[in-house]
């Protein structure tokens, strides 16, 4: 066989030492090799962020709403706001149990004068004002 001939199953199985190793890609041409790859399924998330935002608004404020706003009766803004401002609300009834959790934290942490303060009471407090600021809508 000379050197500038492909291999074959056959003359491979016909020559009596062969020391090359062959593969598919040896034998077979790249749109033959594309052929018999198996694809793999593309990964997509079973939904996406428009779906996400139209079952909140279905949850928040109910079907006809929906219904007025895919008519183009609502403006898409005007809807983005009101789901802002009852996220906003959601958030503000948190608050004050979030605030009793942080001090009662903060209450339970002992030290002495040669330790460092912790730093968990802080970023609580830094959570919680946070949380603040989003109610309001600042953030």
């Not at 079952?55 to 403006?75: L, M, Q």
């Amino acid at each position: 066989m000379r050197k500038d001939e492909r291999p074959t199953l056959n003359s491979i199985r016909q020559s009596p030492k062969f020391d090359q190793v062959v593969r598919l890609s040896d034998l077979v041409s790249k749109e033959e090799k594309a052929k018999l790859k198996p694809k793999r399924p593309e990964k997509r998330r079973s939904y996406d962020d428009i779906d996400a935002f139209v079952a909140e608004v279905i949850a928040r404020f109910g079907y006809d709403v929906y219904r007025k706003w895919n008519a183009e009766e609502i403006e898409t803004m005007t809807l983005q706001k009101w789901v802002l401002a009852e996220r906003a609300r959601d958030r503000a009834q948190f608050i004050p149990l979030e605030g009793v959790i942080a001090h009662m934290v903060g209450a339970c942490i002992r030290r002495t004068k040669k330790e460092r303060a912790p730093k968990g009471p802080k970023e609580a407090q830094k959570i919680i004002s946070l949380e603040i600021k989003a109610a309001k809508g600042e953030v």
